[in-house]
């Protein structure tokens, strides 16, 4: 090889070894620049993902705070709507107590008449020739019924006025459903047939004889107000070791699926203005359950329904 | 027979209610009526009575306050309630405080008042 022919190649050598090394410190150089732009973009991002984080717990608690409210309002409301409904109904047992006290206290002067006489007459007719007549016995004998029966209905009537609030009252169940019966007798009469399927014996149970009263009377007049013409109310009532059972069924219309949720809830009714407050159920479950008792619904629609109250028995 | 006979003072708004007491109770008792509380104390001035029996609602004075009033004067004398009401929280009170011993229901039950008055 000539000396001119080395150089010549030397020189294309370094030509072509300093134009790569240029390309290669351009290509770092563009690198960093690339290195500098991400680690920037990365800076940026973390603090766009550490507002994001942030606004995401804001909203978080906001949600919580908001969930929080929801749950106090709606706890608010049902308190609300619970309380308004015991002023309601402790308006209608009210003046139904007023009305009945009154009622008795009006009643039972008259009758005081008739039983005084009875038993003037009685004595008259024993001091006379008509101590054995039958019949003269007979009539006074019916006197003195017609008295006594008169004077029960009064005095149980009275148990609708009593408002006291202890549950350590000697309550005669039989007697608090027949007392009830008395006071819906006029819309019972030619249209529904009770069937009353009794325990022998009287059933006595401590509690608040008033409210035990709006229980039942709650639930008959719901009985009632179910059957559209002619229909019939079976009541059972039964004891078991601690507990008793009354179970008061009826033939009326039922009550649907989808309400059978909602019955005990204040307010919740299917019936007319004036028909109905949607009362009566809510109170007696709050009822039921300050005796710590129990009340289940059982129900088919167009065929009837049945509910059933166990009451533990101390 | 010296038994002493109980002297009776029984007071009610209603004519009839007094009369038929009278009719039931004379055989037994000296019975004295009134027709109101201030009549009823009135006769309290004059007559020695062993028991009261007393209407509860009455126009003037009701039962309670009468029996209270006269109990001040008369504390020897034993005072009843006879009345269609049931209790109500003033007569519990009555009773509670001595007022009145017992509070008797109409329609009457002559046996239950003619222990009481014998008591
Ligand atoms: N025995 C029943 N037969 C059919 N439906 C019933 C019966 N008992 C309750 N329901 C249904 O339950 C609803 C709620 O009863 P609830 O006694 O609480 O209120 P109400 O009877 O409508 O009104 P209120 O008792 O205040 O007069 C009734 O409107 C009715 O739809
Ligand atoms: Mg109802």
């Given at each position: ?29 563009s ?73 008795a ?6 009758l ?65 459903i ?14 529904v ?16 004889s008033g409210?035990l ?14 059957i559209?013409n ?21 033939t ?20 007319e ?12 479950y ?29 | ?56 609602k ?13 109990q ?24 509670s ?5 017992k ?17």
């Open positions: 090889m000539k000396n001119t022919d080395f150089e010549h190649l030397y020189n294309q050598l370094r030509e072509k070894y300093e134009r790569h090394e240029k390309i290669i410190v351009q290509a770092y150089s690198l960093k620049k690339k290195e500098q732009q991400l680690k920037e973009i990365n800076a940026n991002l973390e603090c766009k993902q550490k507002e994001l984080e942030e606004i995401n717990n804001e909203l978080y608690k906001n949600n919580i705070i908001n969930q929080n409210n929801n749950i106090e309002l709606s706890r608010a409301l049902s308190q609300l709507k619970e309380t308004q409904s015991q002023l309601v109904q402790t308006e209608k047992m009210a003046s139904l107590g007023i009305l009945t006290a009154g009622i206290h009006e009643i039972n002067n008259p005081n008449f008739i039983m005084c006489s009875h038993t003037g007459l009685t004595e008259f007719f024993e001091n006379s020739s008509y101590k054995t007549d039958n019949h003269i016995k007979f009539l006074l004998d019916s006197l003195k019924e017609g008295v006594e029966r008169t004077s029960s209905i009064i005095n149980g009537l009275n148990e609708f006025s009593r408002n006291t609030e202890t549950t350590k009252e000697e309550c005669n169940i039989h007697k608090i027949d007392n009830c019966l008395t006071i819906l007798q006029h819309t019972l009469k030619h249209r047939i009770i069937e009353k399927q009794f325990y022998p014996d009287n059933i006595i149970i401590s509690g608040n409210k009263h709006q229980v039942f009377l709650n639930i008959l007049t719901n009985a009632e107000q179910a559209e002619k229909g019939n109310i079976t009541i059972k009532t039964s004891i078991t070791n601690k507990n008793i059972t009354i179970t008061i069924a009826d009326g219309k039922g009550i649907d699926k989808a309400h059978l949720k909602k019955i005990t809830d204040p307010f919740f009714t299917t019936k203005p004036g028909k109905g407050t949607g009362l009566g159920l809510s109170i007696t709050n009822i039921i359950k300050e005796h710590n008792g129990n009340i289940t619904f059982n129900s088919e629609p167009k065929m009837g329904t049945e509910v059933k109250i166990t009451l533990p028995i101390k | 027979m010296t038994e002493h006979r109980p002297k009776v003072l029984y007071v009610d708004d209603e004519p009839i209610n007094l009369k038929l007491f009278e009719i039931n109770f004379r055989k037994k008792f000296d019975v004295i009526t009134a027709n109101s509380g201030p009549e009823g104390l009135r006769i309290l001035e004059n007559n020695s009575v062993d028991v009261v029996i007393s209407d509860m009455m126009p003037e004075m009701n039962g309670v306050t009468f029996c209270e009033t006269a001040k004067k008369y504390n020897h004398i034993r005072y009843y309630l006879l009345t269609g009401f049931d209790s109500t929280p003033e007569i519990e009170e009555a009773i405080r001595s007022i009145v011993k509070c008797l229901r109409k329609p009457f039950n002559k046996y239950e008042i003619e222990e009481v008055i014998q008591n």
